[in-house]
T-cell receptor
Framework: DSGVTQTPKHLITATGQRVTLRCSPRSGDLSVYWYQQSLDQGLQFLIQ???????AKGNILERFSAQQFPDLHSELNLSSLELGDSALYFC???????????????FGEGSWLTVV | DAKTTQPPSMDCAEGRAANLPCNHS???????VYWYRQIHSQGPQYIIHGLKNNETNEMASLIITEDRKSSTLILPHATLRDTAVYYC?????????????FGAGTTVTVRA
């Protein structure tokens, strides 16, 4: 158990709909990351937040958005869903500024999204 | 972050040591070598990381060459549950961009 909690674990929705994926980072971690993994595809970085502010952006579609709240949990919002958005979405977290530890990133178990 | 090169796949016999190579010839002095693995459709699991010294934990050992251009992850006694995709990632610890960039990794199959 990495300590990163993601909900829901599974979600089935129709095209055109909007969903929200939730992530609770490990206790004390300030950074949250979102990744997407489509069937037979690699892990693609979407976006990173640090202490409520966006820190880095990857290949995140404009239909997708995220935020990190004051209690440090994060939500990934996916809208106008298409069949191709079906994927595993992972959240990860890390503490920040701990150079000695190398700032290890820990992943949750993912949210399976199926768009039908 | 420096790029890494890993073999696409390898087999290992159960109970034997699995030695997973990684080449990172362009690594910078402050970049760490991280290893993660992903068992089918589960979240990537942190294994170990190191800077220049060899490291060992309850999961594995990491051997980094003196010139730091390559490393080897050693699973001392592979079990069937070690079948996974293993990722070698090089990353600077204090960069503003903390994300991990995953390549294709090495698909390790442990056979009975």
């Amino acid at each position: 158990d990495s300590g990163v909690t993601q909900t829901p674990k599974h979600l089935i929705t129709a095209t055109g709909q909007r969903v929200t994926l939730r992530c609770s980072p490990r206790s004390g971690d300030l950074s949250v990351y979102w990744y997407q993994q489509s069937l037979d595809q690699g892990l693609q970085f979407l976006i990173q937040y640090y202490n409520g502010e966006e820190r880095a952006k990857g290949n995140i579609l404009e239909r997708f958005s995220a935020q990190q709240f004051p209690d440090l949990h994060s939500e990934l919002n996916l809208s106008s869903l298409e069949l191709g958005d079906s994927a595993l979405y992972f959240c990860a977290s890390s503490e920040s500024g701990t150079g000695l530890s190398g700032n290890t990133i820990y992943f949750g178990e993912g949210s399976w999204l199926t768009v039908v | 972050d420096a790029k890494t090169t890993q073999p696409p796949s390898m087999d290992c016999a159960e109970g034997r040591a699995a030695n997973l190579p990684c080449n990172h010839s362009t690594i910078s002095g402050n970049e760490y070598v991280y290893w993660y693995r992903q068992i089918h459709s589960q979240g990537p699991q942190y294994i170990i990381h190191g800077l220049k010294n060899n490291e060992t934990n309850e999961m594995a050992s990491l051997i980094i060459t003196e010139d730091r251009k390559s490393s080897t992850l050693i699973l001392p006694h592979a079990t069937l549950r070690d079948t996974a995709v293993y990722y070698c990632i090089v990353r600077a610890p204090r960069s503003n961009d903390y994300k991990l960039s995953f390549g294709a990794g090495t698909t390790v199959t442990v056979r009975a």
